[in-house]
C-alpha cells in the first residue's frame, strides 16, 4: 500500500491528521508529490517531517519558486514564498537545519518513474508547473499530450490543482464522490484505459471541502480520502506571522 500525499503548504495541522491516518493502515510507502511548503505558517516543521517520512518528495512550483525566483507568482502567493524563505534562512532557524533545508529542496526530482505509475506535481507535459482541472477533461489535444507522455505508465498521480479527482484517457472527469471515493484500475468503465489521478491537497483543499485530501494506492484500487483537521489553528498561526496575507487564513475555513 501507497499513501501519496501532496500541497502540504506548511500546514501541520493538517500533515499531523493525515499521517495519523496513513499510520493506522499498513503503508509499505509514503511519497510526496511537492508544495510541502508555500501560503502556511509553519514551512521548517513541515519540511522537517517530510524529510523525516517521506520515501521522497517531488518538486512543486512553490519549492522551485523558493530555491529560483517567483516572478510568475500571484502577489499573495510571492508575499509568502518570500516570508518562507525567511524562515529558512539564518537567524530565522540554524545554519546547520537551513543547508540541510536548501539541500533538500534543491535535490527534488520534477518527475519519477516507478512501476505502472508516473508520478508528478502538475503534469506529464510540466512536472512542475502546469495546472489539470476539470474542464481540460473535453480538451482533446491537451488530454492526447498528457496521455502521450505516460512513458509506459498506466496510472499517473499528480497534485498542484488542489482539487481531487480522476481523468479518463476517454475524456472525462470523475470526482472522488462520482466514483464513491474509491475505484479499481481495471474495474468497470475503467477497463483498459489509463488514468491520471489529482490527488488533492493536504494543506489547503480548494474543492469546497476544508478537509484534507489525499489517495491510498494497493497497486489496483485508489482510495481518495478526507480527513477533518484543526484549521481554525492554522488560521490563527497564519494571522500570528504578521506577515502573511489574511486571504491565505481566510481561505482554509473555506476549502477554496
Ligand atoms: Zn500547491
Redesign the pocket.
Known sequence: MIAFIS?I?SNTEALSAVLAVVDQRKVDRLICLG?II?YGPEPRETLRTVMARCEFSLR???EEGALLNASDFNPRARVAIDWTKKQLTPPACQRQESFAFWNYLDKLERSRRDGEMLLVHGSPKDPVREYIVPKDAADRAKMNEWFSLFDGARICFV??S?VPGVYLESGRYLSPSDVGNSFELDGGEFKGQRAIVNIG?VG?PRDGDTRASFVFFDGKRVHFVRVEYAFEQTMAKIRATGALPEYLAERLANGR
Open positions: 500541497d503548504h508544495d508555500g512543486g512550483n512553490h497534485g498542484h488542489h491537497s489547503q
